[in-house]
């Protein structure tokens, strides 16, 4: 945890960056929103894998909800794909 003054320091030094060096903090936030969107995939595909297993320890009823919850998340990671890649 950073105190108030290093903190207002890190936020100055972060805005001189992005004012001198736009191309460079650019690529910096692609890289963070590639590594951001390969853990919501990652995350999403072991849901996925767990679904049956969710089924037969919880009952139809769980396995029914979490299967719609994922199906909603895939949807939206489909819609929105290009903010992940």
């Known amino acids: ?3 108030k003054e290093d903190q207002r320091r890190f936020e100055q030094i972060t805005r001189q960056l ?5 191309a460079f903090f ?3 936030d692609t890289r963070a929103r590639a590594r951001r969107g390969r ?6 595909i072991v849901l996925w894998a767990s679904l049956p297993a969710m089924t037969l320890l919880a009952g ?7 299967a719609v919850v994922l199906m909603a998340n895939a949807t939206l990671m489909w819609r929105f794909r290009r903010r992940w890649l």
């Not at 853990?39 to 999403?44: E, F, R």
């Not at 139809?60 to 979490?66: D, E, K, S, T, Y």
């Open 1 to 3: 945890m950073l105190s």
């Open 26 to 28: 650019a690529r910096l």
């Open 60 to 66: 139809r009823l769980a396995g029914a909800i979490c």
């Open 39 to 44: 853990w919501l995939m990652l995350l999403t």
């Open 18 to 22: 992005r004012e001198s060096d736009p």
